[in-house]
């Protein structure tokens, strides 16, 4: 099944007690798989930081 990036951008990010952000953008592997390694999720609406690198693994 293929999606694009832009299918991915703001869904939530949650925790089991609330949200805490969306989807930013999405990094790929480019060794042919192309497999998704990190998701950037952007906290600014919960964290002060701002954005945050999470592995889906």
């Not at 609406?45 to 945050?52: E, L």
């Amino acid at each position: 099944m293929l999606l694009r990036v832009e299918d991915f951008r703001d869904f939530s990010l949650s925790a089991t007690d609330d949200d805490f952000g969306a989807v930013d953008d999405v990094y790929f592997d480019s060794t042919g798989r192309w497999k998704v390694r990190y998701i950037v999720g952007d906290t600014r609406r919960w964290f002060f930081g701002g954005k945050v690198l999470i592995s889906p693994s």
